[in-house]
């Protein structure tokens, strides 16, 4: 049973361009977390998706941020017009229910030049 | 707003001496502490805490909460190199009150061990 897994693991992009950052949750997981990691910070959540649903985005940004967890495919965590301060680790997590615990991917490591 | 602090920030310790990381929390409608080892990349699953009292181990690591004073505690006996790491604990936020995963995470203690 493969794990979280996220890819790009690294991604450098230049200001103003649009960063899409992707995560596959653990077979049989519906609830997908994301987090960010900002230099010598600790996590903090942004938001939880379940199919086709935001449940809870209280962490997200107000602008550029983006994120989505289709019925087919991989929850989608988007960021436009990137600025410096994007710069982070972001990590995403899965569970299988609402009541047990998350499994983390081994995150995405955003750059911004 | 929930707060988690833990302490130490950083522990540097030989192999084979015994540490205890301590995490106090103040959250609304506590429900569950877990625990988190994070090595430079994912961070692992350690033990999830609901009960008050009772200890949770793993090999050389065990768990304890105490529902009463608002703190748990992760021993490590007999360190390894390998236990470097960054602890985190972490009860669900309570805003929304939904979920195990959204997690609010302690600053983390650093633990070094040295051969």
């Known amino acids: 049973n493969a794990g979280v897994m996220q890819n790009p693991r690294h991604l450098v992009r230049r200001r103003g361009q649009e960063a899409r950052l992707r995560c596959s949750p653990m077979?049989?997981?519906?609830?997908v977390y994301w987090y960010r990691q900002l230099p010598e910070e600790g996590l903090k959540f942004m938001v939880y998706?379940?199919?086709?649903?935001?449940?809870?985005e209280s962490g997200m940004p107000k602008e550029r941020f983006s994120a989505e967890f289709p019925k087919e495919g991989p929850s989608i965590l988007r960021i436009q017009q990137v600025v410096r301060g994007d710069s982070a680790a972001y990590f995403c997590?899965?569970?299988?229910?609402?009541?047990?615990?998350?499994?983390f991917g081994q995150g995405t490591r955003l750059t911004v030049v | 707003e929930d707060k988690v602090v833990q302490s130490p920030l950083s522990l540097v310790v030989h192999e084979g001496d015994t540490v205890t990381l301590n995490c106090s929390y103040e959250?609304?409608?506590?429900?569950?502490l877990l625990w988190y080892k994070q090595e430079k990349k994912a961070p692992t699953f350690l033990f999830m805490l609901?009960?008050?009292?009772i200890e949770k181990k793993s090999g050389r690591l065990s768990s304890i909460l105490d529902k009463k004073e608002l703190f748990s505690i992760l021993n490590i006996t007999a360190t390894q190199t390998g236990d470097s790491a960054v602890y985190l604990c972490?009860?669900?936020?309570?805003?929304?009150?939904?979920?195990?995963?959204?997690?609010?995470f302690g600053q983390g203690t650093i633990l070094t061990v040295h051969p």
């Open positions: 959250v609304t409608n506590f429900r569950s």
């Open positions: 972490a009860p669900p936020a309570n805003a929304g009150g939904t979920s195990y995963g959204k997690l609010t």
């Open positions: 997590a899965s569970s299988a229910t609402l009541n047990t615990e998350a499994f």
């Open positions: 609901t009960s008050s009292g």
């Open positions: 077979k049989g997981h519906s609830h």
């Open positions: 998706l379940q199919k086709e649903n935001i449940i809870d």
